[in-house]
C-alpha cells in the first residue's frame, strides 16, 4: 500500500519561505511523477506543481510559477516543495500526490494527509 506523508508546514509571515517535505512508501518511488496541490477553506483542491519521475520534467500552476521549486531525491524517496516569496493567499493545506505513470499528465491515484501553510498578513 502507497503511503505519502507530508512535512514541513507551519505558519509564516508574507515574504518568508517554507519548504514541504513528501516521503513516499509502497511503490517504486522513482519510477512515477509526483505532485502537489492545495486547498484553502471553502474553496476546491487545485494544482500546485507536478514533477516527473526522474526530475527531468516540471509543470507549475501559474500562481506559482517564479516563486515555487518542485523537486525530488529518488535515493530518499521524497519530494519536495520549495516555497518563496509566500503570500497570504498561499495559505492553505497542502498534499502531495502520485501518479499511476513516469511523466506529467497521467493524473494521480494515491494522496498524503495533508499539511497545513499559513500565510500572515
Known amino acids: 500500500q502507497v503511503q505519502l506523508v507530508e512535512s514541513g508546514g507551519g505558519l509564516v509571515q508574507a515574504g518568508g519561505s517554507l519548504r514541504l517535505s513528501c516521503a513516499a512508501s509502497g511503490r517504486t518511488f522513482s519510477s512515477y511523477a509526483m505532485g502537489w496541490f492545495r486547498q484553502a477553506p471553502g474553496k476546491e483542491r487545485q494544482f500546485v506543481a507536478a514533477?516527473?519521475?526522474?526530475?527531468?520534467?516540471?509543470y507549475y500552476a501559474d500562481s506559482v510559477k517564479g516563486r515555487f521549486t518542485i523537486s525530488r531525491d529518488n535515493a530518499k524517496n521524497t519530494v519536495y516543495l520549495q516555497m518563496d516569496s509566500l503570500k497570504p493567499e498561499d495559505t492553505a493545506i497542502y498534499y502531495c500526490?502520485?501518479?499511476?505513470?513516469?511523466?506529467?499528465?497521467?493524473?494521480?491515484?494515491?494522496w498524503g494527509q495533508g499539511t497545513q501553510v499559513t500565510v500572515s498578513s
Open positions: 514533477i516527473s519521475w526522474s526530475g527531468g520534467s516540471t
Open positions: 500526490a502520485s501518479s499511476p505513470g513516469k511523466e506529467l499528465g497521467y493524473g494521480y491515484d494515491y
